[in-house]
């Protein structure tokens, strides 16, 4: 409470007004939203599709609920979200069901046509299904340390298989990669021809890419580097640091918001095209 | 620190009043777009002259790795590879490795599938022209294990042919026969894709990616552990403006420009009010 209690009563009367001509206009857009859908999608129409009317009329719903959040947090967007979470969920387990639990491991075990199939499977499954219902443990405080073992052996395994092939993918044929231009500017070929117009075309351009890109390595890294005091020499580096980092960011959030924004006309085009039928010009 | 209660009054007016704009730019774009004339990305056009380049009855292995959140961008791309794949006569292989985009996956092969009879007159069927392995999960597993013995890890097709004697899968025993591999990811696979496939088996790759993914692929297109890319819905109107078959992408390019040059006039606008206050501000100091 404030020291105005009469300033406080105007304030709450004004929030209740405004939620009152919310809740009103909230009314207004359902109302035209399922007259201009029954318009346009009729489900009930002799010819149409029933399933695919309402499935169109549900998604446009829940396409208008979930950018009702620019405007502002209300109840119907908490209900889309929790809609998107719960179906995402569902959908997950059933394929994982239908798609590999079930003919990979339900099916062989439980309905084998034979015994020699059923100990086929079991000689096949038993080992990676038990290592699976061990993971589970981690629901149970006190016998938690039981899915250690799964999660060892995938650990264990998961490292000795990533280490020699993320090296080679990512550092060693990246460090060839990096160093081929500077390697090839001074080699044979490029000494036959230094500073001609092929040299400068073919070989100018990679090298000065491969310099500016090591020299942009090196800087950033110096300024995340805090064990040397960033004065004089130090300091310019690590300005052309920050320098490279903004270049950086700059791209990533000029190819974000055109990724936002082609998420916006992909729903754009489904409300016009597909719900409100509107033929593409 | 800013917080929304100390923000301005008008700051959620004009947060809106924006939001109205971008609306408004993308919804005028779809029904007057003036024609546009762009030229394809070098990225785009070397993963288009790669498809080109195959021969009928090759194998262009496709990974799906988006989901329904992601379809603006990467389902346009998806689309148009496989109707190039119909239209050389390349034999596709679909496949996902997360449960929630088997769907749009499907959706994906079953419209290129009606496609290819009503644009180029072919009657394309499952098993002998295309594959759609469908989903099996563990990524970096299922690389691997297809890297040695694609069958051995899809058994059967998502309609339950066995793939074993398939004719679309003659001659493929592992991702090494495939001839190009490409990943369409809104997830973090292509470095999974290339460390534990397309490096491993030595076969060419590409990706088509989400814009947001995009600025991260160019390390990997400058080493040729990509031989080339498609980034969002401008490399997914690439690919259809090479393919010369329009789609959603040439289609959502109007509407790109469109909020593009909004944000810039935007962009603009702000800075001349900031740096017109700051003047004035200054000025009235001085007085």
Known sequence: ?281 | MTTNQNRPRHYELVRRIIYVFIALAVIVSYFYHPKQDFSPWIEVRKVYDKVESLSPGDHLFISIDYDPSSEAELYPMCLSLLRHCFKKGVIPIVMTPWPTSVGIAKKGCDEAVDDANSMFGKKVVSGKDYVFLGFRPGVQNLILKMGDNLKGAFDKDYYGQSTQGMEALAGVSSLRDIKLLVDLAAMGTVELWIAYGTDRAGIPMATGTTAVMTPDLYPFYQSNQLIGFLGGLRGAADYEKLLKIPGRGERGMPAQSATHVLILLLILGANIRMFAGRFLRKKEGLS
């Open chain 1, 1 to 281: 409470m404030s020291d105005h209690p009469q300033a406080d009563e105007i304030q709450a009367g004004a929030t209740k007004r405004r939620q009152a001509i919310e809740m009103g206009a909230l009314a207004l857009l359902v109302v035209v939203f399922l007259t201009v859908s029954l318009i346009r999608q009729n489900p009930f129409a002799k010819d149409a599709d029933p399933a695919k009317a309402i499935g169109l009329i549900v998604a446009a719903g829940l396409t208008l609920i979930m950018y009702s959040f620019l405007y502002r947090d209300n109840p119907l967007f908490k209900i889309g979200e929790n809609l998107y979470v719960g179906v995402s969920l569902g959908y997950t387990v059933v394929i994982t069901w239908r798609e590999f639990l079930r003919p990979l491991v339900y099916q062989p075990l439980f309905e084998a046509p034979t015994a020699a199939a059923f100990n086929n499977s079991l000689l096949h499954l038993a080992v990676p299904v038990i290592l699976g219902i061990l993971l589970l443990a981690r629901i149970s405080r006190k016998h938690g340390w039981i899915s250690r073992y799964s999660y060892a052996l995938m650990i264990g395994w998961g490292a000795g298989v990533a280490i020699p092939l993320v090296t080679n993918s990512y550092i060693l044929q990246q460090l060839t990669a990096a160093v081929k231009p500077l390697q090839e500017a001074i080699g044979p070929q490029a000494a036959a021809e230094p500073f001609s117009q092929a040299w400068f075309a073919g070989t100018a351009g990679p090298v000065l890419g491969a310099l500016v890109a090591m020299i942009g390595t090196v800087a950033v890294l110096f300024y995340f580097f805090f064990s040397v005091e960033h004065k004089r020499f130090g300091s310019a580096v690590s300005k052309l640091g920050i320098w490279f980092l903004m270049v950086s960011f700059g791209a990533s959030f000029g190819f974000t918001i055109m990724g936002r924004l082609s998420l916006l006309i992909g729903r754009v085009n489904f409300l016009l095209n597909e719900w409100l039928n509107i033929p593409v010009k």
